[in-house]
């Protein structure tokens, strides 16, 4: 039986890749470090806001299978489903929003969910931290699961340029971090399987070209990206980790052609946005980004594109 944390952590069993999740990750010695956090952070807790037990933060009673008006919840689980480690952050806005869940709907709330939220957050941060160091002293784990379950699924379900975007983000995530040998690690798990269509080969291939670009290598198959990027037979977010790849790639030695094929771009998602301003933009183009937006409004992917061209542009003078 899966417990309420596990559960709210990872959703119940019933779909192929949740039972596999469940299946590597429960009664893991990560769970249960997770849970040894949670017990000490509830016990350290001052008594006029005190938890009888860690478990009422995450009452049995409630189906934790609607992500409705849980994304914040549906951020992490998606990460652990990609085998990545979620951010502080992330467990900081996960668990503020279960904790406005029980607030709202359980009767007779013990006193923790009875105060001020922002003296709540205060608490959740520190909990956030705690199991932010248990992650982290589990990197290994997340590593071997990835190209684990990265075999299980090429294996069960088959691999298709439709089904294929969750794979692609969570490499180019690897990439994005610089762990170059766990993104070829997956990579050769899934270039094996005899089965894929020419479709994903030539994903994969692009794949590897921004891995090779990222060691400063020089991979010329621009052609190969060029047709992904047009091809209308795969997801518009795999064409725009494509294009994002093609810029990298014209930036080395075509960085005008870069510029002009950015700018017709119809759509600037988080994809091309860091490649953009990663090997494009010019120091007052990013300047000029950064503080025209509202900062908490920029992806992830565009504050690592904003910083990486900054420091760039600062090492070149």
């Known amino acids: 039986m899966v417990g309420a944390f596990e559960a709210w952590l990872l959703g119940y069993a019933g779909t192929k890749i949740t039972d596999r999740i469940l299946s590597t990750f429960r009664n893991n010695q990560l769970i249960k470090d997770l849970h040894s956090a949670i017990e000490n952070w509830a016990k350290d807790l001052p008594p ?45 806005k996960a668990l503020i929003e279960q904790w406005q869940f029980v607030k709202k709907n359980v009767s007779n709330p013990q006193d923790f969910f009875l105060t001020e939220e922002h003296e709540a957050l205060k608490h959740l941060r520190k909990l956030s931290e705690s199991l932010d160091h248990v992650c982290a002293k589990h990197e290994g784990l997340f590593k071997a699961t990835a190209i684990k379950l990265l075999r299980e699924i090429a294996t069960t379900t088959g691999v298709e340029a439709d089904n294929l975007k969750h794979v692609i983000n969570n490499i180019m995530c690897d990439i994005r971090s610089r762990s170059l040998t766990l993104a070829e690690d997956k990579l050769d798990v899934l270039t094996r399987i005899e089965s894929l269509d020419i479709d994903v080969r030539n994903i994969l291939a692009a794949l590897s070209i921004k891995i090779s670009l990222t060691k400063a290598t020089a991979p010329s198959d621009k052609k190969l990206l060029i047709e992904l990027s047009k091809n209308s037979a795969i997801s518009s977010e795999i064409r725009d980790a494509v294009t994002s790849i093609l810029l990298d790639l014209e930036s080395r030695n075509q960085p005008q052609i870069a510029r002009e094929r950015y700018s017709d771009l119809p759509r600037k998602t988080p994809y091309i946005e860091e490649a953009f301003f990663e090997f494009i933009a010019t120091h007052d183009e990013i300047k000029n980004k950064f503080e025209g937006s509202r900062k908490y409004d920029l992806s992830e992917q565009e504050l690592i594109g904003l910083t990486r061209g900054a420091f760039e542009i600062m090492t070149l003078g």
């Open 48 to 92: 006029n806001i005190s938890l009888a037990s860690s478990y009422a933060l995450f009452p049995s009673n409630h189906s934790y299978n609607d992500l409705t008006e849980r994304n914040s919840l549906n951020i992490i689980r998606n990460k652990l489903h990609d085998s990545t480690i979620p951010e502080r952050e992330d467990w900081v």
